[in-house]
Antibody, heavy 120, light 111 residues
Framework: QVQLQESGPGLVKPSETLSLTCAVS?????????WGWIRQPPGKGLEWIGS???????YYNPSLKSRVTISVDTSKNQFSLKLSSVTAADTAVYYC?????????????WGQGTMVTVSS | QSVLTQPPSASGTPGQRVTISCSGS????????VYWYQQLPGTAPKLLIY???QRPSGVPDRFSGSKSGTSASLAISGLRSEDEADYYC????????????FGGGTKLTVL
């Protein structure tokens, strides 16, 4: 079955760039679907960060757009998130997920999530 | 402040039927599909309802979704202890350049 696994540093310093990767197994990213990143600050709700198609087309949350880059590497069957100029407000559990067929705004397969803390 | 408004909490006893509301506007719920997610403690969200009222395979028919105008509801019948979780509504928002917006979440307690 399709599985997603996030990886990356658990601690990032303020003003630096947060970088995470989502490795996909059980499905070839190049075959289709949108793939997304969603985050959840401790004790708070969900926030969509952005989505990417296997071709590289991207959609970003307008409030984060100036700081976010999502890219896909079909050769490694993974996609990545970069969030620049981070502050403590970016501390959250970051999830990668696969969208439902034909859409980019609803997600039916999720990774387990990875906690990222922004602190000096 | 979430774009979609949900009650912060809801509760019910085993066997009861509970509903969770989600209020939005014409730019999100009023013109796009609504999705519902269930998040058990310490786990990733799980898609419960898509396209307003459709259940992914494996989701019990005790869970149902509906939409009317700029509001949506999730109903859970035959409440069970394992339904105790946080529930989030979501929808695409057409304002600005587009955005996926979530409700603030409703914590359901099974008494």
């Amino acid at each position: 079955q399709v599985q997603l696994q996030e990886s990356g540093p658990g601690l990032v310093k303020p003003s630096e760039t947060l970088s995470l990767t989502c490795a996909v197994s059980g499905y070839s990213i190049s075959s289709g679907y949108y793939w997304g990143w969603i985050r959840q600050p401790p004790g708070k709700g969900l926030e969509w960060i952005g989505s990417i198609y296997h071709s590289g087309s991207t959609y970003y949350n307008p409030s984060l757009k100036s700081r976010v880059t999502i890219s896909v590497d079909t050769s490694k069957n993974q996609f990545s998130l970069k969030l620049s100029s981070v502050t403590a407000a970016d501390t959250a559990v970051y999830y990668c997920a696969r969208a439902l067929p034909g859409v980019m705004d609803a997600f039916d397969i999720w990774g387990q999530g990875t906690m990222v803390t922004v602190s000096s | 402040q979430s774009v979609l408004t949900q009650p912060p909490s809801a509760s019910g006893t085993p066997g009861q039927r509970v509903t969770i509301s989600c209020s939005g506007s014409s730019s999100n719920i009023g013109s796009n599909y609504v999705y519902w997610y269930q998040q058990l403690p310490g786990t990733a969200p799980k898609l419960l309802i898509y396209r307003n009222n459709q259940r992914p395979s494996g989701v019990p028919d005790r869970f149902s979704g509906s939409k009317s105008g700029t509001s949506a509801s999730l109903a859970i019948s035959g409440l069970r202890s394992e339904d105790e979780a946080d529930y989030y509504c979501a929808a695409w928002d057409d304002s600005l350049s587009g955005d996926v917006v979530f409700g603030g979440g409703t914590k359901l307690t099974v008494l």
